[in-house]
């Protein structure tokens, strides 16, 4: 199935109730990340365009509209991500801080499910530097 049509007649996008609720997703995981400073080194002084990029997205990958590719053109993760060395520590701070985050916002069940395999997935594929275990 495709994780971003659960049940096929509505995206993730509309089941959560559009935009907001990535932008909140969001800041909850800087939240973290600035809390758990594993990772924090990685990225800007001021996270706004962080939080946007990201949330920006996620919301285009999960059923809404396309701002993310309209400013950014392909998203292209894996060579955005070339220039920070990203080992499997790396990977599992992030995705901490991803369930961090979602167990703030509650999402339902499938949808949780469905978002974790992705971000798994994901993040597994942002690793770029195997000496870093
Ligand atoms: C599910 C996995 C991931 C997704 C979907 C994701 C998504 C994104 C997106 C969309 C951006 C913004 C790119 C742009 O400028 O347009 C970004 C930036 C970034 N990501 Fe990830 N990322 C993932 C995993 C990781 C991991 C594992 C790390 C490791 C620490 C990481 C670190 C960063 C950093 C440092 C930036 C740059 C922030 C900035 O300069 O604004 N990401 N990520």
Redesign the pocket.
């Known amino acids: 199935m495709n994780v971003r049509w659960v049940g096929a007649e509505k995206t993730v996008y509309e089941l959560v109730g559009g935009s907001n609720w990535f932008y909140e997703l969001m800041d909850f995981f800087y939240e973290d990340v600035e809390m758990q400073n594993q990772?924090r080194h990685?990225?800007?002084e001021d996270l706004s365009?962080?939080k946007r990029?990201?949330a920006d997205?996620l919301i285009q990958y999960w059923g809404g509209p396309s701002e993310y590719s309209d400013k950014?053109g392909h998203?292209r993760?894996r060579m955005?991500?070339a220039p920070?060395p990203?080992g499997g520590t790396?990977?599992d701070?992030?995705l901490a801080s991803m369930d961090y985050a979602l167990a703030k916002m509650e999402p339902e069940t499938r949808i949780l499910e469905a978002m974790k395999e992705y971000?798994k997935t994901?993040?597994n594929h942002?690793v770029n530097n195997e000496k870093r275990q």
Do not use: K
């Open positions: 990772i990685l990225y800007p365009e962080s990029n990201t997205f950014r998203p993760l955005r991500h920070f990203i790396e990977r701070a992030w971000f994901a993040a942002m």
